[in-house]
């Protein structure tokens, strides 16, 4: 019976020490999170709208550019600190987008794109890498400080802190990546976004939340330049709901990264998106 017993003991020893891991991985994931529920709801901040954000993107232009070139895979993002070409979440994001890109061009030599926070404009990098055959009319909404990189690395695209100039306008292809739930009122920006889609509109890298209704998280960073951010974790019902009330239907769902903890509220958090197709469109 010894031998029955040590091995009984040593699977328990493995099975206590795997649960004792798995909890203290959790706890420093917890304690490290980026993402805070604010209680007190919105603040006004400086946000995205910091210099040194800006010159922090201006620097890390050239290894953006680097990365997307030749026949390597494209796991790049526009974050300082993401130098490689091989991330594979930020390949996910790239791909995904790739599919969105590809559907919006089916059949089209020229496409018009409005990129609604798009920072510097390095979606439109990613087009060119992704379609470059395909003649590009491309606008991007942002800040000041960022429309400023913007000009200067790439001279040929539209940008715009102006969100008037788009009034009355619609675009083949609306893209909001990862900025909606920077905005305030992230309702009013969503019916702007319908209004503006001839055909596609894709929201991506959203921070979805499901049992939860909406809340305002802190994010903090305090690196390259980034410091804190106000951002909403926005409930997917509501979300979808206020786009179907503007007419546009639900053709696609994306998973991006793993859920981010947030510290302090009761659910962990979703990097989602979701493509959408105007009703008038065939």
């Excluded at 995904?96 to 926070?117: F, H, M, T």
């Excluded at 890498?129 to 395909?134: C, E, K, N, R, S």
């Excluded at 546009?248 to 947030?262: D, N, P, Q, T």
Aim: with cysteine.
């Amino acid at each position: 019976m010894r031998p029955f017993r040590s091995t009984q003991i040593g699977r328990t020893v493995k099975r206590l020490a795997h649960y004792l891991l798995s909890q203290l991985a959790h706890c420093s994931r917890y304690l490290s999170a980026e993402l805070r529920y604010a209680p007190q709801g919105w603040r006004v901040i400086k946000g995205w709208d910091d210099q040194n954000i800006a010159a922090a993107q201006q620097r890390h232009w050239p290894t953006l550019v680097r990365n997307l070139q030749g026949p390597g895979p494209l796991g790049v993002a526009h974050f300082p600190w993401h130098t490689s070409r091989e991330d594979r979440g930020d390949h996910n994001v790239m791909m995904s987008y790739g599919y969105v890109l590809a559907l919006a061009a089916r059949n089209k030599e020229v496409i018009s794109i409005l990129d609604w926070g798009g920072g510097a404009g390095h979606y439109y990098l990613y087009s060119k890498a992704l379609l470059p055959d395909v003649v590009l009319q491309y606008h991007c909404y942002d800040v000041p400080t960022l429309c400023n990189v913007g000009r200067t690395v790439l001279p040929d695209i539209h940008l715009t802190d102006n969100a008037a100039e788009f009034a009355g306008r619609q675009f083949d292809l609306v893209v909001s990546s990862s900025a909606v739930h920077y905005f305030e009122d992230w309702r009013a920006e969503v019916r702007k976004l319908a209004a503006m889609t001839h055909e596609f509109l894709y929201i991506s890298r959203v921070p979805i939340v499901t049992h939860s209704a909406s809340f305002v998280v802190s994010h903090k960073i305090y690196h390259d330049g980034y410091e804190e951010f106000q951002s909403w974790c926005i409930n997917q019902q509501e979300l979808l709901g206020c786009i179907e009330q503007c007419r546009l239907r639900l053709i696609r769902e994306f998973v991006y990264y793993r859920k981010s903890i947030v510290r302090g509220a009761s659910e962990q958090v979703d990097c989602r998106g979701f493509l959408f197709k105007a009703a008038r469109s065939p």
